[in-house]
């Protein structure tokens, strides 16, 4: 069973974690072993624990304890930091939190071949560099029938605190790691579809496109879209329709529309 600790100390370092240090300290990039992300929510949390990630300590409202984190702390022996809520507002964030965090070891990112081997539809980020933005991405990648997400070096991080709320966890669901060479994956037997609004674009409609036994959704950052190497690097330039005088959509609905489409049933 959890070992409980009531705060009386705001300055304690075990509260660094969740007070003080930021996604970047948290990241850990020199060490990246010692790595660390926060998780919130209990449905968040359990999610994490049921992928396997490792619990470091909680930090939670007292009243959660014996309520909707009665299940979780039951499957963890680690520090569980408590107090009012009222006390726990003067800690930066937590009132943003649905009264439990945890903070958690990041674990060891597996290879591109590994993540692949028996994928048939991935999504592949390209820069896209808001949090929000990866957050949503995977909750569509996880809904809407993609097996993994390979993301480019100056991605945002999966493990941001804010993008891991707004997938609801599901970035502890669907595998994913970082890609440094989308060429890689014609290496791998995948056909690549670029997301770009180009004269040359196929309809998102295509049937050409669900034929694929093995297909990558390539989507581009926020402002500029795909990079025209990465453009001219692909099987595909794929667009979704529009109408009303509307040229484009956020990356992250995008997204949604392309994985409905051209997801595994």
Same mark, same amino acid.
């Given at each position: 069973m959890a070992n409980l600790i009531e705060i009386t100390d705001f300055q304690a370092p075990e509260l660094d974690i969740y007070a003080r240090l930021t996604e970047g300290q948290l990241?850990?990039? %020199?060490?990246?072993? +010692?790595?660390?992300? &926060?998780a919130e929510s209990?449905?968040?949390? %359990?999610?994490?624990? +049921?992928?396997?990630? &490792?619990?470091?300590?909680?930090?939670m409202e007292r009243r959660h304890v014996e309520t909707q984190a009665k299940g979780i702390l039951e499957r963890c022996d680690v520090p569980v930091y408590?107090?009012?809520?009222?006390?726990?507002?003067?800690?930066?964030?937590?009132?943003?939190?649905?009264?439990m965090l945890c903070a958690m070891r990041r674990p060891a990112l597996p290879t591109v071949e590994v993540v692949c081997a028996t994928a048939k539809r991935i999504a592949v980020l390209e820069n896209v560099m808001n949090p929000t933005n990866v957050g949503a991405i995977f909750r569509s990648a996880a809904a809407l029938g993609m097996d993994a997400?390979?993301?480019?070096?100056?991605?945002?991080?999966?493990?941001?605190?804010?993008a891991i709320r707004v997938s609801m966890g599901t970035v502890f669901q669907v595998p994913w790691t970082y890609l440094q060479d989308i060429g890689q994956l014609h290496e791998l037997g995948f056909k690549c579809a670029a997301m770009a609004l180009k004269e040359d674009s196929v309809s998102i409609k295509d049937p050409a496109l669900n034929a694929e036994e093995?297909?990558?959704v390539i989507l581009g950052t926020e402002g500029d879209g795909?990079?025209?190497?990465?453009?001219?690097?692909?099987?595909?330039?794929?667009?979704?329709?529009?109408?009303?005088?509307?040229?484009?959509?956020?990356?992250?609905?995008?997204?949604?529309?392309a994985f409905w489409q051209l997801g595994n049933p």
């Open positions: 990241l850990n990039r %020199e060490y990246p072993e +010692d790595g660390l992300f &926060i209990p449905k968040v949390i %359990e999610r994490a624990l +049921d992928a396997g990630y &490792i619990p470091v300590s909680f930090l408590t107090a009012e809520f009222d006390v726990l507002t003067q800690l930066t964030g937590f009132q943003l939190t649905r009264g997400v390979l993301l480019t070096p100056a991605c945002s991080n999966p493990l941001y605190r804010r093995k297909l990558a795909l990079a025209d190497s990465t453009i001219e690097g692909c099987d595909y330039t794929v667009m979704i329709p529009m109408s009303h005088g509307v040229d484009s959509l956020n990356v992250a609905a995008a997204s949604a529309v």
